[in-house]
């Protein structure tokens, strides 16, 4: 079993949808930047503005925003990410359920439900910092 880490909305713009739902959702904030992420981004050619991933925090799931450019129909604007204990097992228990792998990837596995919607388990925090 899982918990939800974040939902990921893959969009044009992640600042501009960020503020959007942070504005529309009580108690959630776009995450504020500080001097050592600014500088980061700016060794990559972003800036807060036109960060490629911007992340909004409340007090329920983070919301992820990233950008996805153009629109492909064969993947969700807007997906779980769910935190798991045991990846690979909860994989195997998600197959017999219905569920399909699309691609594993060193901390998370995109998989589709039953109908193809998609959604990623990723390792909980503490088997990630280990």
Known sequence: MGAIHEIVFDCDKPAVLARFWAGLLEGYA???YDETEIARLAALGFTPETDPTVMVDGPGPSLCFQNVEGRRYDNNRVHFDVEVHDRAGE???LKQAGASVDRV???YTVMRDPEGNQFCLVDRREAMAA
Do not use: F, I, M, S
Request: charged share 35%; no cysteine.
């Open 105 to 107: 990837l060193p901390t």
């Open 30 to 32: 776009v995450r504020a």
């Open 91 to 93: 994989v195997e228990r």
